[in-house]
């Protein structure tokens, strides 16, 4: 009873861990994607100041 407890404890473990890498690929494609519009709107208005569009 307990290997097969162990198992499936061990499955639902890896089901969980694959879900939440995939959730964050998502997260990552958002954060470039992000990145690269503000990227773009500072390449286009680098007129003044010091053409940063974040604050680090």
Known sequence: MFPLLL?????????GAG????????VAVAVLVIWLVGFAVRSTNSGGGRGRWYRW
Not at 7 to 15: D, N, R, S, Y
Not at 19 to 26: D, G, M, Q, S, V
């Open 19 to 26: 879900f939440a890498i995939k959730i964050l690929w998502w």
């Open 7 to 15: 198992v499936l404890l061990l499955a639902l473990i890896l089901f």
